[in-house]
């Protein structure tokens, strides 16, 4: 079992950044895919980007490439997703999801553990 913990969200202006952490439990958390996938009010959750168990694959979503960029430290459990040049259409609640099965993917419904989310607004 793995459990999942966002944080860093917050309020920020277009143009500014956020890191936000995810921290697992569990000492299989370095064997699984991680992914990142947002939601906005009144859409359905979407994909962002994931990275591979080794940290050594990442994949982005077009419209955060060059902007976002995913990472993970084993170590600590934890993973990142730095998020710079913040736009208001990147305002979404932000989760962070473990997937043991796969090197990652960008389909939500592969990923077993999820975390509650994190708060992102971006204001114009």
């Known amino acids: 079992q793995v459990q999942l913990v966002e944080s860093g969200g917050g309020l920020v202006q277009a143009g500014g950044s956020l890191r936000l952490s995810c921290a697992g439990s569990?000492?299989?958390?370095?064997?699984?895919?991680m992914g990142w996938f947002r939601q906005a009010p009144g859409k359905e959750r979407e994909f962002v980007a994931f990275?591979?168990?080794?940290?050594?694959?990442?994949y982005y979503t077009d419209s955060v490439k060059g902007r976002f960029t995913i990472s993970r430290d084993n170590a600590k459990n934890t993973g990142y997703l730095q998020m710079n040049s913040l736009k208001p259409e990147d305002t979404a609640v932000y989760y962070c999801?473990?997937?043991?099965?796969?090197?990652?993917?960008?389909?939500?419904?592969?990923?077993?553990?999820w975390g509650q989310g994190t708060q992102v607004t971006v204001s114009s």
């Open positions: 569990g000492r299989t958390f370095s064997r699984y895919a």
């Open positions: 999801a473990a997937d043991p099965d796969t090197w990652g993917t960008s389909s939500s419904r592969e990923y077993h553990y």
């Open positions: 990275i591979s168990w080794s940290g050594g694959y990442t």
